[in-house]
């Protein structure tokens, strides 16, 4: 079947713009995952969805990066007043969150960030 | 907090070879699982083996196995009969288990290159 899928790509956008990535989960999973890979930090945890719960935002870094995901499917990872810092890949995953136990996260090819 | 330490940032190994990628950890819970993902230049994080705190037996993939001594918070990856294209980075991860905890920890990799 399908994978994650993640769009766009790449995106190079100017210092103080807004940008939207997208992340389209494996069909049936219910769990969907941002992290943020740079060289500097490696790969960060973001935020997390799981059906109707409140999402865990405990990793995102600042106020200017906001997530959401509508009808329990597809997300969309905001960031406002891009900074120079923010360029990074930016990978999805979803899971099918069977439980407390195992629940591989299944990664997305990433959105590649830059900030001129 | 968790931490997953990689202290090998570059191996080499001979193709059909055997090598071991190491990973140790540190976490006060008892009850965690432990991943290895692969992450070729293309980019996308593949999943390859798991291991929870509590399997008694090492885990196995095919040719990847993991070496996992509890008492010494460590979970090295081995690869068997090394091909080419396992040359890549590969991540050790960890996701403390229970209470909604969903996010996972991730070392800063090793990359592995196979050499014919």
């Known amino acids: 079947g399908a994978g994650v899928s993640q769009s766009p790509s790449n995106k190079v956008t100017e210092k103080g713009k807004d940008v939207e990535l997208r992340c389209d989960p494996i069909s049936g999973h219910t769990a969907l995952y941002w992290y943020r890979q740079s060289l500097g930090q490696g790969l960060e945890f973001l935020i997390y969805?799981?059906?109707?719960?409140?999402?865990?935002k405990s990793g995102l870094p600042s106020d200017r990066f906001s997530a959401e995901r509508t009808g329990g499917s597809v997300s969309t990872l905001t960031i406002q007043r891009t900074q120079q810092e923010d360029s990074a890949v930016y990978l999805c995953a979803s899971s099918p969150f069977v439980g407390e136990g195992q629940d591989t996260q299944y990664f997305g090819p990433g959105t590649r960030l830059t900030v001129l | 907090a968790q931490k997953i330490t990689q202290t090998q940032p570059g191996m080499f190994v001979q193709e059909k070879e055997a090598v071991t990628l190491d990973c140790t950890y540190d976490?006060?819970?008892?009850?965690?699982?432990l991943f290895w993902y692969k992450q070729p230049s293309s980019g996308e994080m593949i999943f390859l083996i798991y291991?929870?705190?509590?399997?008694?037996q090492n885990a196995t993939e095919g040719r990847y196995s993991l070496n996992f001594q509890k008492a010494r918070k460590s979970a090295n990856l081995v690869i068997s009969a090394s091909q080419l294209g396992d040359s890549a980075m590969y991540f050790c991860a960890m996701r403390l288990l229970g209470r909604g905890r969903r996010a996972l920890t991730f070392g800063s990799g090793t990359r592995l290159q196979v050499q014919p």
């Open positions: 976490t006060s819970d008892q009850s965690y699982g």
């Open positions: 969805f799981q059906g109707n719960s409140a999402p865990d």
């Open positions: 291991q929870g705190s509590y399997d008694e």
